[in-house]
């Protein structure tokens, strides 16, 4: 990832105005996006649920 970074750090100006920046873009946040749910360690809630069972 760090060179892929220093790439779009160092040709920013000419990607800006590509036809596909746009799009690019949106899949950069997409992957982005997932990424940090990924990374985002899971949220428990304190209310108790249904285990599942048939009463």
Same mark, same amino acid.
């Given at each position: 990832?760090?060179?892929?970074?220093? #790439?779009?750090?160092?040709?920013?100006?000419?990607? $800006?105005?590509?036809?596909?920046?746009?799009? $690019?873009? $949106?899949?950069?946040?997409?992957?982005?996006?997932?990424?940090?749910?990924?990374?985002?360690?899971? @949220? #428990?809630?304190? @209310?108790? @649920?249904?285990?599942?069972?048939?009463?």
């Amino acid at each position: 990832m760090p060179a892929l970074a220093a #790439f779009l750090r160092r040709h920013l100006g000419w990607l $800006a105005v590509h036809p596909a920046a746009e799009d $690019a873009a $949106a899949d950069i946040d997409a992957v982005l996006r997932q990424a940090l749910r990924a990374l985002r360690p899971p @949220t #428990f809630s304190a @209310t108790p @649920t249904s285990t599942g069972r048939a009463a």
